[in-house]
């Protein structure tokens, strides 16, 4: 019985720097700050999460959250269907649960996010009659009035709420086309406004919240015919006078994809066009490899952030733990399902050195 409790609290790491592990050897638990370490280069953000269907990792990790992260992300609960179930009824009590948190720390909050076409009910789509918007051959100019005015008043509501605690806001997510056209066809928003459902949602934000950063959020937009179109299509509005700050660059990656030299080429371009950069929702699929090869591939990303740290002024991870990911099967953040670092945590700790070299470090 002793014995066992000596074993579990050398287990909990308590008292010393390493532990005993019998698949890894030496693990080191003393664990550097990486709000710390980036704290020169970028700010380092994670999203968690209180929704009752996704993982609780909100009370569960704050002390991961508080230890390593400076900057705080929901993932869900800023979604129009968690900020606005019902029409004209707003529910802030668990994103203002999450807000307080980050105040009480000095960690900084993204908003994501007010426009997109997932997470997002029906209410705001449908006419008087009840028949959903997007879905008619014909649409008239008072349903479109009807929508943009649910469009602008969801923004209004959330960013007037969240002003001076929200710095920035993806306020468009995922708005480009994986396939030939620029827009994502069958979006309710593009349905209804065409091109011109982004004008509406950029200037909204800027009237409403001046001081917040406004990003155009999504994924795939480093590589290939989605870069180019994102590329030319944000420089479109910006040229229209659109009020947009930055662009999110969601960063679900995985251990064979994309080059680096790709996302590079993607930072120079947008970057060319005045724009910000977040790393909104990184993680890294592990596609079958090893935990070996997943540390590398972070550390190759997280060089390639350090030396555009000029324009890259955010990076977030999209979640905490493994388990907890919304991608669990892939494993692919910066902890285990026992809060304990990988080694991706560890080769971000120097990004100079192997993450063998940086956890022996540690290691006393
Ligand atoms: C995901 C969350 O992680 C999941 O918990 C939820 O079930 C679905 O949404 N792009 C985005 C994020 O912009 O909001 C998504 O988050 C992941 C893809």
């Known amino acids: 019985m002793a014995n066992i409790a000596l074993l579990l609290l050398l287990m909990l790491g308590v008292g010393c720097s390493s532990i005993y592990d019998r698949d890894r050897g030496v693990v080191a638990t003393n664990t550097p700050s990486l709000r710390e370490v980036y704290t020169d280069y970028f700010h380092l953000g994670v999203a968690v999460s209180i929704a ?11 002390h991961l959250v508080e230890k390593h992260f400076s900057s705080l992300t929901a993932e869900n609960e ?23 948190f980050a105040a009480k720390n000095s960690l900084k909050v993204r908003g994501h996010t007010l426009v997109w076409h997932n997470q997002t009910p029906d209410w705001f789509f449908k006419d008087s009659a009840g028949r959903l918007i997007h879905e008619k051959t014909e649409i008239s100019g008072e349903d479109r009035q009807l929508v943009k005015e649910r469009l602008e008043s ?20 995922e708005a480009i086309s994986d396939g030939g056209g620029v827009h994502r066809p069958n979006s309710p928003w593009y349905r209804i406004f065409g091109d011109e459902f982004m004008e509406i949602a950029f200037r909204k934000a800027h009237e409403v919240d001046p001081n917040a950063k406004l ?34 660059i969601q960063g679900h990656w995985g251990v064979t994809y994309p080059n680096i030299r790709e996302i590079e080429q993607a930072v120079v371009e947008y970057a060319a066009l005045g724009l910000e950069i977040h790393i909104t929702e990184m993680d890294v699929e592990i596609q079958g490899s090893s935990e070996e ?32 990911s919304w991608k669990r099967n892939e494993k692919p953040l910066l902890f285990d399902k026992n809060q304990q670092p990988k080694p991706a945590y560890w080769a971000i700790v120097d990004t100079e050195k192997t993450w063998r070299q940086n956890r022996a470090e540690y290691a006393d």
Request: glycine share 6%; hydrophobic share 35%.
């Open 215 to 248: 990003f155009y959020n999504d994924y795939n937009i480093e590589t290939g015919l989605k870069r180019d179109k994102t590329v030319t299509e944000l420089k479109r509005l910006l040229d229209a006078g659109v009020p947009i700050h930055g662009v999110g």
């Open 78 to 100: 800023m979604k129009p269907d968690a900020m606005q179930p019902r029409s004209g009824q707003f529910s802030f009590g668990v994103a203002d649960r999450m807000v307080n």
């Open 52 to 62: 009752s269907w996704s993982a609780q990792t909100f009370d569960a990790h704050q």
């Open 293 to 324: 090869r997943q540390a590398e591939r972070y550390r190759e990303f997280f060089r390639l952030f350090k030396k555009h740290s000029d324009v890259i002024t955010s990076v977030t991870l999209w979640g905490t733990t493994d388990d907890s």
């Open 154 to 173: 969801h923004i209004e509501a959330v960013m007037t709420h969240y002003a001076g605690k929200v710095y920035a806001w993806d306020v468009v997510n």
